[in-house]
Every structure is written in structure tokens, then in C-alpha cells.
């Protein structure tokens, strides 16, 4: 099942025709309780759906759920996902950084052997941390870090004005298709929850750049030992055939 507030006709027109990823290659229809999805074995998925604002009165428990993937961006804290256990969802899985009172937080290929039968409500981090929290492991594991600064270069996002209009952030009152705007992050934060020991360690930038997919992260490291250039770089490529294999390239 899937809920979302807006109409079945949109949700199944958004699906077939994607401006940047292209059209999906198999038919998508719906009616208004249900989408349909035409598979490449020729047979059809049917997903329910639901138009429910308030999380603790979806019908998870009669529908049998056992995991909720909240990627709404909107709920990120332990009470939120409780209400989708109230529901009667067995386990909740946000798609971003959730509160720091969450059952964990794993990164995989990182940390997530620590993820444990009883984690119920559990994020699985950002976008962001997910690519370089890695390549930090990577590199602090062969040579140790003592701190690092961090740029995310992100294309635009939809919280973005598509002309200049009005924002709570000033910044963000600009054209994204004319501008490159820095933003906040709490990328830091996100790295700190995985490796405490780099609390106050590292710093992180943010800028918006006027693009509609791909994002390039550059990451500097004061490191505790003499390298050169050609160690890291076989470090991380020895971690991508071994014990990152599938997750840095």
C-alpha cells in the first residue's frame, strides 16, 4: 500500500512519465483504490491506496504491514514512527536522518551489524551520508582521521522556488534554475551519530546548484600519518572490491 495525499490520476501519470529518469517501459493504471502496475514477467502489482494524514489511523494492522518505508521527509522522530506502530506496522524505516532518539540509525556497509531484531523505528540515514560516510570509514580504518571539512555540491530540490518567491529561508527565495545557493546541513551531525568520536571534528557546506539530478560531494581530511595521493586512493579501491564491495564504486 501506499499513502499519499495527492490524487490516484497524478500518482500513476507521475510514475509512467519521469522529466528526468524517462518513461517507465510498462503500463500503469489505477481506479480509485488502487494503482496497477504491469511487470516484465506479465504480470500485474496492485497497490492499495490511501489518503491518510494522520499517521496512527492507517490501516497497517488489517493490511497486514510489516515494514513502513516513511520517506515523506516530513516525519523523522521517534513518536511519529510510534504512531505507525500504533497503526499496527511492525517496524518503521525512514528515508532520512531522523530524531537522535531513534532505536538506530545504520548506514550499510558502516554499521549495520548493529542493527538488532528489537530496532523497531530506524533510519537509514540521507542521501549524503550515505556517500561519504563510507569513503570516511574507508580512510580513518587504514590511515585515522583527526578532522575533515566536507561540500556538498546538490542539484535543486523541491523545497526550491522555480522563480523568485517567497521562502522562510531568504536564500531560497531565488530561482533554482538561476542560482547557486548555499544551504544549512546537519551533514556533521549525521557523521558524529554514526562515529562519535568525531564530535566537533568535522565541518560540512551545502550549495544548491541549478541542475535536476546527480550531486558531487568533495571531502578534505587531515590525516594522522604521512600518505601520499596513491595510498588513498588504492585504499578505497581495495574497500570497494572487499568490504564495501556494491556501495563505493
Known amino acids: 500500500a501506499v499513502n499519499e495525499l495527492s490524487q490516484p490520476e497524478a500518482m500513476a501519470h507521475l510514475f509512467q512519465y519521469d522529466s528526468t529518469h524517462g518513461r517507465f517501459q510498462h503500463k500503469v493504471t489505477h481506479d ?91 533510519s537509514n540515514g540521507s542521501c549524503t551520508t550515505n556517500c561519504i560516510i563510507p569513503v570516511i570509514k574507508a580512510v580513518d580504518d587504514a590511515f585515522g582521521i583527526d578532522s575533515g571539512t566536507i561540500t556538498t555540491i546538490h542539484s535543486s530540490m523541491n523545497d526550491q522556488q522555480v522563480i523568485d518567491a517567497y521562502h522562510s529561508d531568504l536564500r531560497r527565495t531565488r530561482a533554482a534554475s538561476q542560482s547557486i545557493i548555499p544551504v544549512d546541513t546537519k551533514l556533521h551531525k549525521g557523521i558524529e551519530r554514526i562515529f562519535p568520536k568525531f564530535s566537533n571534528k568535522f565541518e560540512a557546506i551545502s550549495v544548491r546548484v541549478p541542475t535536476v539530478n546527480v550531486t558531487a560531494m568533495d571531502l578534505s581530511v587531515t590525516i594522522n600519518t604521512n600518505v601520499k595521493v596513491n595510498d588513498i586512493n588504492q585504499t578505497i579501491v581495495n574497500a570497494s572490491r572487499c568490504t564495501l564491495h556494491n556501495i563505493v564504486d
Open 32 to 122: 480509485q483504490e488502487y494503482l496497477y502496475i504491469d511487470l516484465p514477467d506479465g504480470s500485474q502489482d496492485k497497490v492499495r491506496i490511501l489518503h491518510q494524514a494522520d499517521l496512527s489511523l492507517l490501516p497497517w494492522q488489517s493490511l497486514e504491514v510489516d515494514l513502513v518505508l516513511d520517506c515523506t521527509g516530513v516525519y523523522g522522530s521517534k513518536s511519529d514512527g510510534e504512531k505507525h506502530i500504533t497503526a499496527g506496522a511492525k517496524k518503521v524505516l525512514f528515508s532520512h536522518p531522523g530524531g537522535s532518539d531513534l532505536d538506530n540509525t545504520i548506514i550499510y556497509g558502516v554499521n549495520h551489524d548493529t542493527l538488532l531484531p528489537e530496532h523497531r523505528i530506524v
